[in-house]
């Protein structure tokens, strides 16, 4: 059996322009203020997941969009942010629970649920999924552990399952992969593999799949799209955009050594179904 990857998107989220992309060097306070007082709506983007198939068993990285963000009560009254700043295409059949058991696949039998990070279009599958062993950087739940700080960064810990209890990623003895120097193996064998990415958020991770074909990089959030890690764009909801920069530059390092197809949560194109590799700018 071959490693092979399939998208499955969960819903699109339609976000202000500010949210998808801001000056790295713009002092935070000023990015937080474009972002509330933006009145424009950028084009939708899609929330995806990612499926691979692996001898050892399937593994998801993320777990998408919950259908349920488009209830009254999805985000707590006391934080509008979440509906002024964003509105969502999704329905029953595309909450990830859903697509799986159409692919006849039971969450509870996944190898590994990874996820890259705990905002809410990231982690809004979770209650679709117990059962399931569920995987994150120890900094990211560290980060989103008190459910108020939590909320007010973009997750929503409320919807998690009750007591959502997930292992942290272990550290690999090995070597790193190009300029990531701690790699996290997800297989026995080494072919799936998260590494740090923080900058959107402090815990975030990457995974990187060494299928038969070719390498991919799934980024989660680290870039928002292939075209945004070329110009080393920032997204305007980081409150670490040097951080974030610093991350993109190293996809970039790693694109330079390696042949690798990028693949972001929320740019959707033909890079997997036609293996396109990424072929970096130096700037
Ligand atoms: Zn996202």
Redesign the pocket.
């Known amino acids: 059996m071959s490693i092979s990857i399939r998208i499955i998107e969960t819903g699109k989220i339609q976000c202000r322009p500010s949210m998808l992309q801001q000056p790295a060097d713009r002092p935070i306070w000023l990015r937080q203020l474009r972002v509330l007082s933006d009145r424009s709506w950028a084009e939708p983007i899609p929330?995806q997941v990612f499926l691979i198939s692996h001898p050892e068993g399937n593994i998801l990285f993320d777990t998408g969009l919950s259908p349920h963000t488009k209830d009254k009560d999805y985000f707590p009254s006391w934080m509008p942010t979440f509906r002024l700043t964003s509105r969502f295409e999704i329905d029953e059949s595309q909450g990830i629970g859903v697509q799986l058991r159409e692919k006849g696949i039971e969450p509870k039998d996944l190898k590994a649920v990874i996820v890259s990070h705990l905002?809410y279009?990231?982690s809004g599958g979770l209650p679709d999924l117990i059962g399931a062993p569920t995987f994150l950087l120890e900094g990211d739940y560290k980060a989103f552990k008190e459910p108020l700080h939590a909320t007010f960064e973009g997750a929503s810990p409320h919807q998690w399952p009750k007591n959502f209890d997930p292992s942290f990623l272990k550290a690999g003895a090995g070597a790193g992969i190009g300029p990531f120097e701690q790699i996290y193996p997800i297989t026995a064998d080494g072919k799936v593999v998260a590494v740090q990415t923080p900058g959107h958020v402090p815990g975030h991770c990457s995974l990187i799949v060494f299928a038969e074909d070719t390498t991919y990089f799934l980024t989660g959030?680290a870039t928002y799209s292939q075209e945004y890690l070329d110009r080393e764009l920032t997204d305007g909801v980081t409150e670490t955009p040097m951080q974030a920069v610093d991350t993109v530059r190293k996809i970039k390092q790693l694109a330079r050594q390696m042949p690798i197809v990028v693949l972001p949560?929320?740019d959707k194109d033909r890079r997997l179904q036609e293996r396109i590799i990424y072929n970096p700018t130096t700037l």
């Open positions: 929330v905002h279009d990231h959030d949560a929320h």
